[in-house]
Antibody, heavy 122, light 111 residues
Framework: QVRLEESGPALVKPSQTLSLTCTVH??????????WGWIRQYPGKGLEWIGN???????FYNPSLARRVSLSVGTSYRQFSLRLTSVTAADTGVYFC??????????????WGQGTMVAVSS | QSPLTQPASVSGSPGQSITISCTGT?????????VSWYQQHPGRAPQLVIF????RPSGVSSRFSGSKTGNTASLTISRLQADDDGDSYYC??????????FGGGTKVTVL
């Protein structure tokens, strides 16, 4: 049974870089037709898609974050990571990693991590 | 403001059916049959309940069904239960820009 787990610092200072890792337990990124993605949720509010990555490294980013965000694949295809630069308080929220169904285009998140809360504050 | 428009809340009595709408444009919902719906219990991660407009993942209750007409997708929850109270639902669609957008979310109240 594949399970996803986010990890990283819970507190990041303004203007610094937020870095999170998603570990794929019980499977690898290069098995099956899936992309892998990040989604965030502002406190008490809705969801925002951040980006998706394929095991080959192909990426799609939310245009509103594209200048600050990068996704990467870890060794052995068991981890993928998120880097968000120049963070502000507006980047505070819960960050989820997820597996993305791909049928020509990556489009639905069928497996989610439990989420990790990140606060941006000095 | 979210790209896809959902009602903030929907309510119904136990045993009834409720429908949550998700309105977009021809840039996404109206063109692509790649609309998905997510259930979120308070304090938990979202879970996929519908994908490709009307398909249910394995293990998801048959109480959930999805459809689409024009630029509006809909999620219907039948046989409403007390346990459904407080859950939130989000729609998501693939877009012509090859990105994904979410609705603002709908909270369910069981009367």
């Amino acid at each position: 049974q594949v399970r996803l787990e986010e990890s990283g610092p819970a507190l990041v200072k303004p203007s610094q870089t937020l870095s999170l890792t998603c570990t794929v337990h019980g499977g690898t990124m290069n098995y099956g037709q899936y992309y892998w993605g990040w989604i965030r949720q502002y406190p008490g509010k809705g969801l925002e898609w951040i980006g998706n990555i394929y095991y080959s490294g192909r990426t799609f980013y939310n245009p509103s974050l594209a200048r600050r965000v990068s996704l990467s694949v870890g060794t052995s295809y068991r981890q993928f990571s998120l880097r968000l630069t120049s963070v502000t308080a507006a980047d505070t929220g819960v960050y989820f990693c997820a597996r993305v169904i791909w049928s020509g285009s990556p489009h639905s998140f069928d497996l989610w991590g439990q989420g990790t809360m990140v606060a941006v504050s000095s | 403001q979210s790209p896809l428009t959902q009602p903030a809340s929907v309510s119904g009595s136990p045993g009834q059916s409720i429908t949550i709408s998700c309105t977009g444009t021809t840039d996404e919902v109206g063109t692509y049959d790649l609309v998905s719906w997510y259930q979120q219990h308070p304090g938990r991660a979202p879970q996929l309940v519908i994908f490709d407009v009307g398909k249910r993942p394995s293990g998801v209750s048959s109480r959930f069904s999805g459809s689409k007409t024009g630029n509006t997708a809909s999620l219907t929850i039948s046989r409403l239960q007390a346990d459904d109270d407080g859950d939130s639902y989000y729609c998501c669609s693939y877009t012509h820009s090859r990105i994904l957008v979410f609705g603002g979310g709908t909270k369910v109240t069981v009367l």
